[in-house]
C-alpha cells in the first residue's frame, strides 16, 4: 500500500522560506513521477511542481517558477519542495501526490498525502 506524508508546513512572513517534505511508502520510489499540488480555501487544486521519474524533467507553474525547487532523495524516499520568496497567494494547503494518470501537471494522481499548511502572512 502507497502512502504519503507532508510534512514541514507552517507560518511564514513574506519573503521567507520553507521545505516541505513528503515521505513515501514505496518499494519504487525511484522508478515513480512524483508531484506537489496546492489548495486554496474555494479554489481548486493546483499544480505547483513536479519530477518525472523516467525522464529526469522538471515541472513549474508559472506562479512558483524561479521562488520553488522541487527535488528527491531516492535513498530516504523523500520528495521535497524548497520554498523560497514566499508570498501571501502562496498561501494554502500543499499536497504530494504519486502515480499521474496523465500529463504531471494535473490533478490525476492515484495516490496523495494529507496535505501539509502554509500561511504566508504580509
Known amino acids: 500500500q502507497v502512502q504519503l506524508v507532508e510534512s514541514g508546513g507552517g507560518l511564514v512572513q513574506a519573503g521567507g522560506s520553507l521545505r516541505l517534505s513528503c515521505a513515501a511508502s514505496?518499494?519504487?520510489?525511484?522508478?515513480?513521477?512524483m508531484g506537489w499540488f496546492r489548495q486554496a480555501p474555494g479554489q481548486e487544486r493546483e499544480f505547483v511542481a513536479a519530477i518525472s521519474w523516467s525522464t529526469g524533467r522538471l515541472y513549474y507553474a508559472d506562479s512558483v517558477k524561479g521562488r520553488f525547487i522541487i527535488s528527491r532523495d531516492n535513498t530516504k524516499n523523500t520528495l521535497y519542495l524548497q520554498m523560497n520568496s514566499l508570498k501571501p497567494e502562496d498561501t494554502a494547503v500543499y499536497y504530494c501526490?504519486?502515480?499521474?494518470?496523465?500529463?504531471?501537471?494535473?490533478?490525476?494522481?492515484?495516490?496523495w498525502g494529507q496535505g501539509t499548511q502554509v500561511t504566508v502572512s504580509s
Open positions: 514505496i518499494r519504487t520510489f525511484s522508478s515513480v513521477t
Open positions: 501526490a504519486t502515480e499521474p494518470q496523465s500529463i504531471p501537471t494535473k490533478p490525476l494522481y492515484n495516490y
